[in-house]
Every structure is written in C-alpha cells, then in structure tokens.
C-alpha cells in the first residue's frame, strides 16, 4: 500500500512552496504536570533535551527562528514551537511569543506542539486568529488512548479530554497533528489498536509514531534498570507500527516512525532512531498483508 507521507500533507497544505521545513523553537514555556498545575515531575518518559535541538537555547524565538532560516535557505518555513506547552500561559503572553512570528515573510505557518488539557476555548480563539494571517498547525501530544496509562505516567489528562480539544479545534478551522508511543508499560497491540482508532476519529491530519525508548535522567531510566518493565523489540514495534497506519490511512498523514535521541542520552533500545529500517520493517509486513488478501 501507498502509505501518505507527511511531506503529502504539507504540499497540500502549503501548494506553493516545493520544499517546507519545521524551525525547532523554544518559547520558554513550562508544562501543566511540571509545575504543579496538574502535576509535578513531568512525564515519565519525558526529557526535552533528548528530542530538541534547541532545548537549552539562550537565543530569543527570533533569533532562532533567523538562525533556523538561515540553514533552510530556499525552502518554505513552518516556525515550531517545539519545548515543552506551547499554550501554557495566558493569551496575552501567547499573543506577544506568537505575533512577531506569524508576520515574518519568511514564515509560512506556525506548528503549536502542546497537550489536549492546555486548549481552552480562548487560547483556540487565538490560534484561530493566527490563523487568518498564517495556517497554524496545532500539533497535540495524545501518547496513548488508555486513561490507566495516561495517568501512570503521569501525563494526567484523558482520552475524552484529547477528543475535546480536537473538536474545539477543527472547528475553529485549525488543522491538528498527534504524537502517540507504542510500547508504554503494560500495553499491548489491543491499547495499540485503540490509541490509532482515536486517532481517526478526532480527524487528526498527521501522526508522529514513536517507540518508546529510554532517556538518561527520567524516571523511565530508573524503573527501567530497576527492571520494572521492558521495552519492544524492533520486529514487535514494526507490528504494531504498521497496524497504526493500516488503520488511520489514507486520511491520516505518517510523520515519523522512528525517535530522536543523542546516543550519551539513550539508554534502550538501540535501534529506535533507525529510520530506514524500521520503515523497511513496517512496509514489509503491510505489502505480506495485502497478497494475502
């Protein structure tokens, strides 16, 4: 089967430009299980500087959005606001970090990485507003479908909240693209199903897909050497990979497959970040699916 890329959804969304970039960039903002808000601690799984390039940048957004522009010269830019909830604060200072982005002329749309908990119908206004003068693209870490797990790793929102945020979204005219882990403690393929069935049916454009893997410094890293639970196999996760897709395509766009982490960062598996083969792994088993149709 053609799989839909996420290169295919930004020519959709961006037909005039040939080639489109993402520009990581860190905003400042905190997190509602950081700083008490819902929670403390952060989630389990969770270290920005294993993922982000610019996670412990000192530069204003502007100056690296100028830096980012700089390295993709020729290409369209989407300005992301990667570190951490990007709504996390109050309108007006999510109208002063957002506005002198959006009227740049070198920026094509903004991509908002955020929770389902942090879309109130007054920060959606806004986005919605932003929306007029650049597309925005909310981008809405779901990570799991299962409220048990969503809770023990301390992410503390649930799968209704996901589907609200998402309806409020789309119908303020946004468009909106998901994160999800395969492999969380005490998951299976059945959780696995579920989490992708959310997916499509909140009508989100895009999926990133990722394996759990294990950071250095996050509480996972310490029950994981404690051997309190184990992780996935590459065969197992390029299984349970290509049964997400079979279930949101066509409508739902595949960003990723594989994770981000430098090797003094990782702990396990070491084969998550291999991109290539992981998508050779999931092509693999949906071709041996459909001849045996």
Not at 186 to 203: K, P, Q, S, V, Y
């Amino acid at each position: 089967m053609r799989i839909k890329l996420y290169k295919d959804f930004l020519k959709e969304v961006f037909p005039e430009c040939e080639r489109v970039r993402k520009v990581s960039l860190n905003a400042g903002f905190s997190c509602p299980n950081l700083d008490g808000t819902v929670g403390r601690g952060g989630c389990d799984y969770c270290d920005n500087k294993s993922f982000s390039a610019v996670a412990m940048s000192e530069l204003s957004v502007m100056e690296q959005l100028e830096d980012g522009i700089k390295k993709n010269k020729n290409c369209g830019i989407i300005a992301y606001f990667q570190n951490y909830t990007n709504t996390h604060a109050p309108v007006e200072k999510l109208r002063e970090v957002f506005m002198p982005v959006t009227q740049h002329s070198k920026v094509l749309g903004i991509s908002v990485g955020t929770r389902p908990d942090c879309l109130k119908p007054e920060v959606v206004s806004l986005l919605a507003y932003f929306n007029k003068i650049k597309k925005v693209i909310v981008e809405i870490g779901v990570q799991s479908a299962n409220d048990k797990t969503l809770k023990s790793i301390n992410r503390n929102h649930t799968a209704e909240c996901v589907r609200s945020a998402a309806a409020r979204c789309k119908d303020a005219g946004l468009l909106i693209t998901s994160h999800i882990i395969i492999g969380l403690p005490n998951e299976d393929m059945e959780d696995f199903i579920n989490t992708a069935r959310l997916i499509a049916e909140c009508g989100f454009s895009a999926v990133k897909i990722h394996p759990l893997h294990i950071a250095r410094g996050t509480k996972f890293a310490e029950e994981y050497a404690r051997g309190k639970f184990g992780l996935l196999g590459m065969e197992d996760y390029c299984k349970a990979a290509a049964e997400v897709i079979a279930i949101v395509q066509p409508s739902v766009a595949i960003e990723r497959v594989s994770a981000e982490c430098p090797s003094y960062m990782l702990v396990a598996p070491d084969w998550c970040g291999l991109r290539e083969k992981i998508w050779e792994g999931i092509n693999a088993i949906l071709e041996a699916e459909v001849e045996g149709r």
